[in-house]
């Protein structure tokens, strides 16, 4: 059982950055591949990010390339989504996600375990 916790949402405005933190249990972090998702209202949930087991690789969605940077720390059983430039459409519930059988996919199917999601509203 991974239990995954995520904070650092809030409201900003438009041009801003945020830090999203996600924290995990369990002593096998460094398997897992580890995804970012965000679900505006109204809307399905959609990719975001995502980052390989080491680090050593992570994949964005095309409309956050250059604005979000994915990363994690092992260590402390934690991956982070920094978020800058913010825009209005980046409004959403932004979840993180677990893939224990370590692929790193854009695929929502993917992930076996989710945490409960964390707030951002981007004001424009």
């Known amino acids: 059982q991974v239990q995954l916790v995520e904070s650092g949402g809030g409201l900003v405005q438009a041009g801003g950055s945020l830090r999203l933190s996600c924290a995990a249990s369990?002593?096998?972090?460094?398997?897992?591949?580890m995804g970012w998702f965000r679900q505006a209202p109204g809307k399905e949930r959609e990719f975001v990010a995502t980052?390989?087991?080491?680090?050593?690789?992570?994949r964005y969605t095309d409309s956050v390339k250059g604005r979000f940077t994915i990363s994690r720390d092992n260590a402390k059983n934690a991956v982070y989504l920094q978020i800058d430039s913010l825009k209005a459409e980046d409004t959403a519930v932004y979840f993180c996600?677990?893939?224990?059988?370590?692929?790193?996919?854009?695929?929502?199917?993917?992930?076996?375990?989710w945490g409960q999601g964390t707030q951002v509203t981007v004001s424009s």
């Open positions: 980052i390989s087991r080491s680090g050593d690789m992570t």
């Open positions: 996600a677990a893939c224990t059988w370590g692929a790193a996919t854009s695929v929502a199917g993917g992930y076996d375990y």
């Open positions: 369990g002593r096998t972090f460094s398997s897992y591949a």
